[in-house]
């Protein structure tokens, strides 16, 4: 059993910046970030492979966000820059078993309690 702890979710004017930081009590092979607002369905953010050679990006958050990770510290990190209201939301961590990355909640294993992000204007 994997448990994934995030932190560095804030408040936040538009235009600024956070970091997210997810810590995995034990190896983990691809890892991704979801976002979720009341009332919506869970939504694919950044993933990225078991090496980190891989990454994949949410449209609406490519150009903006950077996904990396720190296998040595079992870590995953979310740059997230030019932030914008619509980013508002409970940001999530997952770890699946397996080498590369899904835009699927449903393929993920284990997930993070979620941590909140909001951005004013």
């Known amino acids: 059993q994997v448990q994934l702890v995030e932190s560095g979710g804030a408040l936040v004017q538009a235009g600024g910046s956070l970091r997210l930081s997810c810590a995995a009590s034990g190896r983990t092979y691809s890892m991704a970030w979801f976002r979720q607002t009341p009332g919506k369905e869970r939504d694919f953010v950044a993933g990225i492979s078991w090496s980190g050679g891989s990454t994949d990006y949410a449209d609406s958050v490519k150009g903006r966000f950077t996904i990396s990770r720190d296998n040595a510290r079992n870590t995953v990190y979310l740059q997230m820059n030019s932030l914008k209201p619509e980013d508002t939301a409970v940001y999530y961590c997952?770890?699946?078993?397996?080498?590369?990355?899904?835009?699927?909640?449903?393929?993920?294993?284990?997930w993070g309690q979620g941590t909140q992000v909001t951005v004013s204007s």
């Open positions: 997952a770890a699946a078993r397996s080498l590369y990355s899904s835009r699927s909640p449903g393929s993920y294993d284990y």
